[in-house]
C-alpha cells in the first residue's frame, strides 16, 4: 500500500502562527450568588445575559487583581 504524500502550498509556510491564550471567563453555577453583587441567585439575576455578562464581570475582577498586585509590588519594593 502507497502512502499518500499532501503537498503544502507555498503561502502556507509564510504563514503566522497565532497564539492563543486562556479564555477569561468566570465559573458561575446557577444556584451561587450572582457575581454582579446583588445577593440574588444568578439563576434569577444575570443569567439571561449569558456569557458576555461573566465575561465582562472576568476583565473587571483581573482588572483588579493587576491593581492589588501591583500594590503589592510597590509595598515590597519600599521595605
Excluded: H, W
Amino acid at each position: 500500500m502507497a502512502r499518500r504524500t499532501t503537498r503544502l502550498s507555498p503561502k502556507l509556510s509564510t504563514r503566522k502562527s497565532v497564539v492563543t491564550g486562556p479564555r477569561q471567563i468566570l465559573k458561575v453555577g446557577r444556584n451561587d450568588p450572582c457575581p454582579c453583587g446583588s445577593g440574588e441567585k444568578y439563576k434569577n439575576c444575570c443569567e439571561s445575559k449569558g456569557d458576555v455578562f461573566l465575561q465582562k464581570m472576568a476583565k473587571k475582577q483581573a482588572k483588579e487583581d493587576k491593581k492589588k498586585k501591583k500594590l503589592e509590588r510597590k509595598k515590597a519594593k519600599s521595605k
